[in-house]
């Protein structure tokens, strides 16, 4: 490992570092840092950010290493961090768990209800994510349907799937 690849390591460790530490800080009693779209704004701008900058680094010193070092590195720390942030925060099961325990059928059945509630706007926020994202639209009556996009991103993520599990079985 030459100087400047490790210097590169140790300087997107220090920013990750940085990173997690301000949003312990500061941005996780803000509002919007309780929203999924901001929590993965807020890690694909710093993720932007690094490559940006590893990029430089490479155009000045030649060393690709470093910048694939500072895009697994980040990319690591993110997707770590969103899927621990995102089961902490979104625990769906862990909630229906803790609602139902101790319950009279009187008591049960207003907890059930309630989280039909939350099932129906988690399914609702979900849908409009994907929406902005054009990837779905609203065909006939009240039907949902792959945009082009759409196609060609559950296309990818069916060929990921693919190298990782092989071919589907025939149903």
Not at 58 to 64: D, K, L, N
């Amino acid at each position: 490992m030459t100087d400047a690849t490790l210097i590169a390591m140790i300087g997107t460790l220090a920013y990750v570092v940085g990173h997690f530490l301000a949003y312990v800080v500061v941005f996780r009693e803000w509002a919007p840092f309780r929203q999924e779209r901001w929590i993965f704004l807020y890690h694909f701008v710093s993720f932007l950010m690094a490559i940006l900058a590893a990029l430089a680094a490479a155009a000045v010193t030649g060393q690709v290493a470093a910048l694939v070092g500072a895009a697994a590195v980040h990319g690591i720390y993110s997707l770590s961090f969103l899927e621990l942030w995102s089961l902490a925060q979104g625990g769906f099961s862990l909630s229906i768990l803790d609602r139902l325990k101790n319950q009279d059928a009187e008591g049960l059945i207003r907890v059930l209800a309630e989280l039909e509630a939350i099932g129906a706007r988690k399914n609702q926020d979900r849908t409009s994510g994907l929406a902005l994202l054009g990837l779905i639209r609203r065909s006939s009556g009240d039907r949902l349907e792959l945009t082009f996009m759409g196609h060609v991103v559950s296309s990818v993520l069916a060929g990921l799937t693919w190298t990782v599990h092989g071919p589907r079985p025939k149903p």
